[in-house]
């Protein structure tokens, strides 16, 4: 199967009148826009991503649009628009971009209920996925840009999507959204990982998007079960540890981090249980990523 | 000046015609029922049975929101549970409106139906001991400053909303239909002396058949923000396709809003669900209700022009040039309806102004918090 890719060309002329539809995992986005950071950023972080087969449908229909009156002239903002409707404030022009990436998780994360959405990354290897929830600020991004630099295959680094048929763990590789000291962190640890430009005085900071490694987005069609839930916690100094956590206690923390739990009622507990049945959990703390990549492919390496 | 028919009323009307859409239809069809809350509506008038005939593409945002609507139905449920609790220290009975009521009653509106919040009736002089009860069990006042509550209290037909402190789901307390400032009176005794009690409750009631069907159009077409009006004439067309199987119904229906002072909104809810939905209403209803609820002919134009755009989706497939102006002088006349104009004026500009220094839209940043 050859698969036409996302290159400038095809960016340029999509995003006049048609909108671009390319397909991120399981979801076929179409977006409009022509706000020169966004065009530029879709060229450098989504470039390996599958043009939708189809531009007759699309799960999403995303504008991102400089905001008119006045203000243009002295503090430009953009509008997100999830086909025509506002959900949010406008944020500055400078922040398109990465409006654009919370944009999609807001949209997908109120309306895909044929999942279970846990706010986690996930990341896969030998076809075992490995669940990361956690709350901001507990590194969970920095970890998983880490282990996809070092052959873990991304599934995504801000929702687990747990397919409400058959509990399998479906892939949405999109770039994965590093704040502050982790930027450089990761920059360091994997040099040949491609950034985009650093967005400074977001509500998170100083962002930046990695790209997602171009196998991970070339395999954005292949499932996984789950086998693992890890919940990561980085602590200044400490040795990678990794503790047994009880399974309810896990089932409980997952719940508490689903988007659309209370959507999904009784199934929803039904699929969230079955997941943590199968998987072992753990706590982990960790302040080395070199130390953590061995603890964690100890893990794939176990039968 | 007849506005074209928009691809959803046409699926909704003939829920079959889901066969014949192409791919680029349904894209059309499942954005504007996202946009008019009427998703979840159009996936529970698709059969399961027949999912393996539609696109694999469109299933999902089928089941999606079917999902979703399950939901809101089984906490509207657990809702009124909880309300006929908090008033068992009153003597007073919980009245359930429009939502609330097709779900208690299990009315065809219910099928599909999103819903924002659970409206009740009381009697005037309950209202204190209802709000000091249902404080007690949880519900407060919440996000109202001392002009709100003045707005409320004074002008309006209800209290503040009441949020759930722990659950979040909000309670309108009504204690009439209309508001005390507007041009129309409807009598809330006499709605209150027609309450049906609702078989498996021992304090829940609804209104009478006859004045849901009156106070569903009453709502609608005295409401000023009508980016979900499309949704509410989809529950009028349900109740009055329900309800006509009642021998005498049609009779009844135009008897009693002429005795309640609502022929006007009667007429346009018999004028637009028929128009929009193809309901079927009797020549003799429809004659009836034109007799004396029709406006004036100059108005009664003007009002088609404005109607037959606002109930559309508020989607850009929806609009022609005049829909943006359209929704903003129906916006206007329901306030004017609702209050005279020296009260209107300040009342419009401090709106306008708190809108504009107080954004309440969610930061696109904080996903978790949402």
Avoid at chain 2, 11 to 29: G, I, N
Avoid at chain 2, 253 to 266: K, T, Y
Wanted: charged share 20%; aromatic share 8%; with cysteine.
């Amino acid at each position: 199967m050859s698969l036409s890719r996302i290159s400038n060309l095809t960016i340029l002329n999509a995003c006049g009148d048609e909108g671009l539809y390319f397909s991120v995992g399981p979801f076929i986005v179409c977006l409009h826009t022509s706000i020169p950071s966004v065009i530029e950023g879709v060229a450098l972080l989504y470039g390996d991503y599958p043009i939708a087969e189809t531009s007759a449908f699309a799960d999403y229909h995303i504008t991102l649009q400089a905001t008119a009156g006045v203000r243009r002239w002295y503090r430009p903002q953009v509008n997100f628009l999830f086909d025509g409707y506002k959900p949010f404030k406008p944020l500055p022009l400078s922040q398109s971009m990465p409006s654009f990436e919370w944009g999609l998780n807001w949209c997908i994360a109120n309306n895909a209920h044929q999942y279970l959405i846990i706010h986690a990354a996930v990341v896969e290897k030998n076809g075992r996925a490995v669940i990361l929830p956690a709350p901001p600020g507990s590194g969970k991004s920095t970890l998983c840009a880490a282990l996809v630099n070092r052959g873990w295959r991304l599934f995504s680094d801000e929702l687990a999507l747990i397919s409400m048929k058959n509990g399998n763990l479906v892939p949405i590789p999109r770039p994965v959204n590093l704040k502050n000291d982790s930027i450089e962190i990761i920059k360091s640890f994997a040099p040949d990982a491609v950034f985009s430009q650093k967005v400074r005085d977001t509500n998170k900071g100083t962002v930046s998007l990695m790209k997602a490694p171009g196998e991970s987005a070339q395999r954005s069609t292949e499932v996984a079960r789950a086998a693992w839930v890890v919940f990561p916690s980085y602590l200044a100094g400490a040795d990678a540890t990794l503790t047994s956590k009880p399974k309810a206690q896990a089932c409980m923390a997952l719940a508490q981090n689903a988007f659309n739990y209370n959507v999904l009622g009784a199934q929803g507990f039904k699929v969230l249980s079955s997941v943590v049945d199968a998987s072992d959990c753990y706590e982990f703390g960790y302040s080395q990523l070199d130390e953590a990549i061995e603890v964690f492919d100890g893990l794939a390496a176990s039968v | 000046m007849i506005a074209k028919p928009c691809l959803l009323t046409q699926v909704l009307v003939k829920p079959e015609r889901c066969l014949e859409l192409s791919l680029r239809e349904w894209d059309l069809v499942i954005r504007q029922a996202r946009r008019a809350l009427l998703l979840s509506r159009l996936a529970s008038s698709v059969n399961e049975s027949i999912h393996g005939l539609i696109p694999d593409l469109v299933v999902p945002h089928l089941l999606a929101s079917k999902c979703l609507a399950d939901k809101q139905l089984h906490i509207i449920k657990y809702e009124v549970d909880r309300i006929q609790e908090a008033f068992q220290s009153l003597d007073a009975p919980v009245v359930v409106l429009k939502g609330g009521a097709y779900v208690v009653s299990g009315l065809p509106p219910v099928h599909g139906r999103l819903f924002s919040d659970i409206d009740i009736l009381v009697h005037k002089k309950s209202l204190d001991r209802v709000e000091e009860v249902m404080s007690s069990h949880g519900w407060m006042v919440t996000h109202v400053d001392a002009y709100d509550e003045h707005y409320y209290r004074e002008w309006m037909h209800e209290l503040p909303p009441m949020k759930h402190v722990r659950r979040g789901v909000v309670v309108d307390i009504h204690h009439t239909i209309l508001p005390e400032t507007a041009c129309f009176h409807p009598d809330p005794k006499k709605l209150m002396a027609d309450i049906q009690l609702v078989s498996g409750y021992e304090n829940v009631y609804t209104l009478s058949d006859i004045d849901m069907v009156l106070h569903s159009a009453t709502h609608l077409f005295f409401e000023g923000e009508l980016e979900h009006g499309l949704r509410d004439l989809v529950d009028l067309d349900a109740l009055l396709r329900h309800f006509s199987k009642d021998e005498g119904f049609w009779d009844q229906l135009v008897e009693r809003a002429a005795e309640m002072d609502l022929m006007r909104p009667l007429y346009y809810a018999l004028r637009y669900t028929q128009q929009m939905l193809q309901t079927p209403v009797p020549d003799v209803a429809m004659k009836a209700s034109e007799a004396i609820g029709k406006p004036p002919a100059a108005l009664a134009w003007l009002m088609d022009a404005l109607f037959r755009r606002a109930l559309m989706p508020d989607h850009p497939s929806c609009d022609d040039a005049f829909t943006p102006l359209a929704r903003w002088v129906l916006y206007i006349r329901s306030h004017y309806l609702r209050m005279p104009f020296h009260l209107l004026i300040p009342h419009l500009v401090r709106k306008a102004i708190k809108k504009r220094f107080s954004p309440t839209q969610a930061d696109v940043s904080k996903l978790e918090e949402n």
